[in-house]
């Protein structure tokens, strides 16, 4: 019982994701960190069209070797997706804070969303 119980403990705590992006060796790079509100799930981070993390449990993300200069990213956690262009310092990290929706609120919101439709179906046939 108590393995069981660790294990759950494990798999749902959040941890940081650092990964690199694979920029050329003699390219001007720095380190971009995306903050979110609170730990969110299925967490997938794309720059410049690159998908550098996919499905993550976390609330920060570390990407280093980021191309210097602006930066398309797209940031997709608990079902919603932010889609922004970031400025990236070959000098010092550039971190973005990010608000992230209640991935149990998206959950919940689906839900009544397929009963309001079964229901309205129902009415009019």
Request: negative net charge; hydrophobic residues 50%.
């Amino acid at each position: 019982m108590r393995f069981v119980l660790l294990l759950v403990l494990a798999v749902g705590c959040t941890h940081d994701v650092h990964v690199r992006y694979p920029a050329a060796p003699d390219a001007p790079t720095g380190r971009l960190v995306l903050l979110l509100s609170q730990p969110a799930s299925n967490v997938s981070v794309a720059i410049n069209g690159l998908l550098v993390v996919e499905d993550a449990h976390t609330k920060k993300v570390v990407i280093d070797d980021v191309p210097a200069g602006s930066s398309e990213v797209v940031l997709a956690a608990n079902g919603a997706d932010k889609s922004f262009r970031a400025w990236v310092d070959g000098i010092n990290p550039t971190t973005i804070p990010l608000g992230v929706p209640d991935g149990s609120v998206g959950m919940v919101k689906s839900l009544i969303g397929t009963l309001v439709t079964i229901v309205a179906y129902s009415l009019l046939h």
